[in-house]
């Protein structure tokens, strides 16, 4: 393969929407990946916290292969199999009765959008719209998840925006509180803000919400899309608060690769969503659910990939906090949650992900400063150590 071929074309030929490496990845097998070039990574950005069994896990690519051979596509027209069977696994396993599935995290959110906003004008009356969302929190890039992102600088060039959405500052629950109206059907937030650069949630923020939305009769809407299905030690990140939310959004790792997206609901809230309220030619086909399912069921068998994850991720955090004694004029804070990760620094981080790249290791930068880990559960010992030696050695030539 001409790579220098492909780079020209994919510069002529694909909008420019992402700033990219100059490399064309080919092949991935575990935590590894290859490029057209032969260069091998290791790789802690598992397709933006998506591939969280691996790459190419054998179980994965058996399903996609049987399933592929079967039936592909029929639309939601008709019943299939795979779809129904997790439906039923991730109601079995959460505080939901119901989903409605979609093939992104930016859909699975428009759906708990629509859902909440035709379940509060079913209950209360038309003018029950308004929903508030955290300051630095990321929805999505459709029209409406991108209103309720609270990042001014993703709507610039988009304007107008949706009709309804307020914003308020993350942890902060007497904002929160004030911010509330007659008008509002719904508060939404992530558990974790991990495209806003790994900020945690205060003690106790998130059972004072639920508090008050159920106080107020508002629904709480829950983005899992990153911290979902398994990322942070447990299925979902909720389980881990105390606490339950109405609506709950999932996308990113529920394929482990394969796009697909899920809007799960209490029955009381699913209900307002009726035959021709909302659809998708392409959400939960079989070939994506049949992926999904053995994704699920992988990361569930015998809770040895979950406890994996919690214990990498307590070695990950060590690992990374002796770093920062190391070198604390550059590293100010190390936070996260089983296996999503994040390291401030005191300065842009870019050059240190670019610095990685070259050394072979792929890991990300979010919010201008703060290095974003989120490896495949797979994870070892190991692969963790020859991180964070790559990190010691840049640290080194920058301090
Ligand atoms: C990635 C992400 C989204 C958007 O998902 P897409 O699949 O890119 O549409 C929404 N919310 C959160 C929390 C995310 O991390």
Known sequence: MEVKKLLDESNQYIMDTYKRFPVVMVKGRGMKLWSADGKEYLDFMAGIAVNILGHCHPRHVVAIQ?????????????????????????????????????????????????????????????????????????????????????????????????????????????????????????????????????????????????????????????????????????????????????????????GGGVPIGATLAREEVAKAFTAGSHGSTFGGNPLACAAALETLETLLEDGIMLSECRRMGEYFMDSLLKLQKQFPKV?????????????????????????????????????????RFMPPLIVTEEDIDRLVTVLKEIMERLS
């Open 331 to 371: 590293i100010t804070d190390v936070r996260g949650k089983g296996l999503l990760i994040g390291m401030e620094l005191t300065r842009d981080c870019s050059m240190v992900v670019q610095a990685c790249f070259e050394r072979g290791v792929l890991i990300n930068c979010t919010a201008g400063n703060t290095l």
């Open 66 to 254: 049987k399933q592929a051979q079967k039936l592909v596509h029929v639309s939601n027209l008709y019943h299939n199999e795979f779809q129904i069977k997790l439906a039923k696994l991730l109601c079995d396993y959460s505080f939901a009765d119901r989903v409605f599935f979609s093939n992104s995290g930016a859909e699975a959110n428009e759906a708990a959008i629509k859902l909440a906003r035709k379940h509060s004008k079913g209950r209360f009356g038309v003018e029950k719209i308004g929903i508030i969302t955290a300051l630095n929190s990321f929805h999505g890039r459709t029209l409406a998840t991108l209103t309720a992102t609270g990042q001014p600088k993703f709507h610039v060039g988009f304007e107008p925006l949706l009709q309804g959405f307020s914003y308020v500052p993350f942890n902060d629950y007497e904002a929160l509180k004030s911010a509330i109206d007659e008008n509002t059907c719904a508060v939404m937030l992530e558990p974790i803000q991990g495209e806003g650069g790994v900020k945690m949630a205060t003690d106790n923020y998130f059972k004072h919400v639920r508090d008050l939305c159920t106080r107020l009769g508002i629904l709480l809407i829950f983005d899992e899309i990153q911290t979902g299905t398994g990322r942070t030690g447990t299925l979902f990140a909720y389980e881990q608060y105390g606490i339950e939310p109405d609506i709950l959004t999932l996308a990113k790792g529920l």
